[in-house]
Each structure stands twice: as structure tokens, then as C-alpha cells.
């Protein structure tokens, strides 16, 4: 059994924390999603090594 | 948890405990939709393609840039927004949001949006949108609105760099057509304003602001409006010449333009008893026009960069 007394500012503030937790989860889905589209359109690809000094050169 | 939770100083000093909505309104909704057509459209008209993902979480980002740059502005011109019947209910003036929760907001979300819109597309359009918030909050907001008349000519360059910022997302740099859309609104940005100030004049005279309407009266600003008109008319019209413009631009622009500067005529051949006598009909008609008229010119160049792949518009 409650006994807090329902106040109008109670309610404005539970509509302040659900809007920021749709804020913020939003958020997690738009990096998520952002992950996505640069791993898939090359953006964080990992360019390939240099290619390493051949025996040949070396020997010269 | 009790009622003691409830921070009673707050709700005594009349803020603390303000809505969502009411930080949402902090962020200027209606400035912040202009800047998201805008960045949109420069975007769209660039060259080349950007991720959809990527150009959705871009424009974003300068929304809130731009909303953030907006919450500075409310903490900063609280005292002049109490005053003005336009701005007195906003949430800072009206009491539902303290100043100092306006400026940790705004700090706090234009840094989170420079860097979100670095990390997402590029170091220009990063670079370009945390000056954009810097010369709308520094040098538009603190330094020139309370200062000079010509505040609003120079801060008009603030709401002018989206499209360019939308360019930079998609190219990683900026070119002619950018800065053409840069100027549209630059030039255009005066004589909207202005003709504003005409039938809301006393809103400013009791904040103290100093518009040209109260430094050097109605007659030098219907001058300066249509001074600017001429001058906005053949960039717009330019505009069309680039590879942002097209036949269907092109036409947009000249019908547009004549029409603003009939506009502009109209007020500049009026005298202030005429204005009076019907209740600034004209300037309203004119302002109302400016709105149209920049929607017109970037819903044009949209129109020309969505019917590029069919062969249709474009040079």
C-alpha cells in the first residue's frame, strides 16, 4: 500500500523520464545503425598491410 | 521514495520540475525544421552519394547542433525574451526552465553534436556546424544583437551555413554551389526580417533591441529592404546556372524573384501613414511571401537533384 500522495509534478517528471529514455534509446539504435552502414560501406574497412620489403631488395 | 523527493526550492523559485516538452521547446522546433530542409537539400544537391543511414544520422546531428545553439540563445536573452509578447512564454522567461539548466543543455548537446557529426560523416561539416554554433551564440547573440542595427545582417549568417554543412556531409568540402545556397540565405535573411520588424516594432523598442526600425526609423529600412531584394535577386537567379539549378530551379527563381522585388517596391513606395492606415497589409503580405520564397528556391533545387536520375531537369 502506498501512501505517497499523487502530485501533479509526479507526473510531469514520469513524462520527462520516459521521454528521455526514448531519447536515449534512440540513440543506441542510431549507432547501432550507424555501426552498420560504415562497416558494410567500407568506411572501417582495414586497409591491407604495406607489402613488406622483398628478400631480393634486402640481399642488394 | 516520498513527497520530500519532490524539490520544493525549485517549485518555489517557479522552476526545476519542467516537462519533456518544455526542454524540447528550449531547442527552437521551428527554427531547427529550417534547418533540417535546408541541410537536407544541400545534402541531396551534392555530388555524390552518402549512405541513407549516414545522412539521416547527419542531418541529425545538425539539427541538434542547431537546437543546441538555440537553448544558448534562451539562457542568454532571457531578459530580453521577458519582455517581447512574442517570447515571453518561452520556457526560460515564463519560468518553467532555469537559465543555468538552458546553458548546460546547450553546451552539453553542441559538443555532443560536433563530435557525433564528425564521427559520422566528416572533419568539415563538423568543423563548419561548431562554427555555426559559435557565430549564432558568440558573435550574433552576445556581441552584435544588443549592439548594432546591422545584427541581424551578419547573425543572418548563422542560419545560413546548413545547406553548406549538408554539402560538406556529403563531399568532405566546399564549393561554389555551396556557398551560392550559403547567400540565398545570407542576402535573403535582412529584408525577411526587417519587414518583420515593420508591424512588430515595439516589441523590440521595449526590449531595447536596437533593429533599424528603432535606430534610423521605418523609411531607411523600407529602403534597406528593397536594397537587399536587388541584390538577393541575382544570386538566386545565378544559382540556376550552377549544377545545383536546372531548368525547373531556374523558373522557380525568376517567378519567385519578380514577385519579391514587386514586393519589395511595394514597401519601399510606401509612406508610414499608408502603412498605418491599413494596418502594414503590405509588409505582412511581403513576409509572409519571404517564407514561400525560400521554401520556393531549395524545394526547387530538391525538385532538381530528385529528378536528376531520370534524365529529367539538371544542365
Known amino acids: 500500500m502506498s501512501f505517497r500522495e499523487e502530485h501533479e509534478l509526479h507526473k510531469r517528471r514520469f513524462g520527462r523520464n520516459v521521454g528521455l529514455g526514448v531519447v536515449l534509446g534512440s540513440f543506441v539504435a542510431l549507432v547501432f545503425g550507424l555501426t552498420i552502414a560504415k562497416v558494410t560501406s567500407g568506411d572501417l574497412a582495414i586497409q591491407p598491410a604495406p607489402q613488406s620489403v622483398s628478400q631480393n631488395e634486402v640481399s642488394q | ?315
Open chain 2, 1 to 315: 521514495m516520498s513527497d520530500a523527493s519532490i524539490n520544493t526550492k525549485a517549485v518555489d523559485a517557479g522552476y526545476g520540475d519542467a516537462g519533456f516538452g518544455d526542454y524540447f521547446a528550449l531547442l527552437k522546433p521551428r527554427v531547427m525544421s529550417l534547418v533540417v530542409f535546408t541541410a537536407f537539400v544541400g545534402l541531396l544537391a551534392a555530388p555524390g552519394a552518402v549512405h541513407p543511414m549516414i545522412g539521416f544520422a547527419s542531418i541529425l546531428f545538425i539539427a541538434v547542433g542547431g537546437g543546441a545553439s538555440g537553448a544558448l540563445n534562451m539562457w542568454w536573452d532571457a531578459d530580453i525574451d521577458a519582455v517581447m509578447k512574442r517570447t515571453k512564454s518561452r520556457p526560460v522567461p515564463s519560468g518553467r526552465i532555469g537559465a543555468d539548466e538552458a546553458k548546460a543543455l546547450g553546451i552539453t548537446l553542441s559538443v555532443f553534436a560536433v563530435v557525433m557529426l564528425w564521427l559520422a560523416s566528416n572533419v568539415v561539416a563538423a568543423g563548419l556546424l561548431a562554427f555555426t554554433i559559435f557565430f549564432y551564440v558568440v558573435i550574433y547573440t552576445m556581441w552584435l544583437k544588443r549592439w548594432t542595427p546591422q545584427n541581424i545582417v551578419i547573425g543572418g549568417a548563422s542560419g545560413a551555413f546548413p545547406p553548406m554543412i549538408g554539402w560538406a556531409v556529403a563531399t568532405g568540402g566546399v564549393s561554389v554551389e555551396s556557398v551560392l545556397m550559403f547567400a540565398i540565405i545570407f542576402v535573403w535573411t535582412p529584408p525577411h526580417f526587417w519587414a518583420l520588424c515593420l508591424f512588430m516594432n515595439s516589441d523590440y523598442e521595449k526590449a531595447g533591441v536596437p533593429m533599424l526600425t528603432v535606430t534610423h526609423g521605418r523609411r531607411v529600412t523600407r529602403n534597406h529592404i528593397l536594397a537587399y531584394t536587388l541584390v538577393l535577386a541575382p544570386i538566386a537567379i545565378g544559382a540556376g546556372f550552377t549544377s545545383i539549378g536546372g531548368p525547373i530551379y531556374l523558373a522557380v527563381a525568376v517567378v519567385l524573384n519578380a514577385l519579391f522585388l514587386i514586393g519589395a517596391f511595394r514597401i519601399w513606395r510606401r509612406s508610414e501613414d499608408a502603412a498605418v492606415a491599413d494596418k502594414y497589409r503590405v509588409e505582412k503580405k511581403f513576409f509572409a511571401l519571404s517564407l514561400f520564397y525560400l521554401f520556393g528556391h531549395f524545394g526547387a533545387i530538391m525538385a532538381q537533384a530528385a529528378l536528376a536520375p531520370y534524365g529529367i531537369g539538371g544542365w
